[in-house]
């Protein structure tokens, strides 16, 4: 078993910045990919990025690219989300997810205009 749980969320004005944090435990060397969604209201979850534990390699959602980084700090079995210049449309509650189905219990990002 993985165990996830995301930190970090809050409401921010739109242009602003917040990090987010997925810690993990359990059997983290079971750990292949660390994937960030979001679901905004009504709306389905959507993959933002992703890691690969082991070489740090990273990819993006074309919505997010060049404002959000993603990056993890191994020795503290922890990933994180940069999020830069923050709008609106990215209010949503944001996900950790480890292969294979583990899921966090979300933080909310709220962006005001």
């Known amino acids: 078993q993985v165990q996830l749980v995301e930190s970090g969320g809050g409401l921010v004005k739109a242009g602003g910045s917040l990090r987010l944090s997925c810690a993990a435990s359990?059997?983290?060397?079971?750990?292949?990919?660390i994937n960030w969604f979001r679901q905004a209201p009504g709306k389905e979850r959507e993959f933002v990025a992703k890691i690969t534990w082991s070489t740090g390699s990273t990819y993006y959602a074309d919505s997010v690219k060049g404002r959000f980084t993603i990056s993890r700090d191994n020795a503290k079995n922890t990933v994180y989300l940069q999020m830069s210049n923050l709008k609106p449309e990215d209010t949503a509650v944001y996900y950790c997810?480890?292969?294979?189905?583990?899921w966090g219990q979300g933080t909310q990002v709220t962006v005001s205009s």
């Open positions: 359990g059997r983290t060397y079971s750990i292949y990919n």
């Open positions: 997810y480890a292969d294979s189905d583990y």
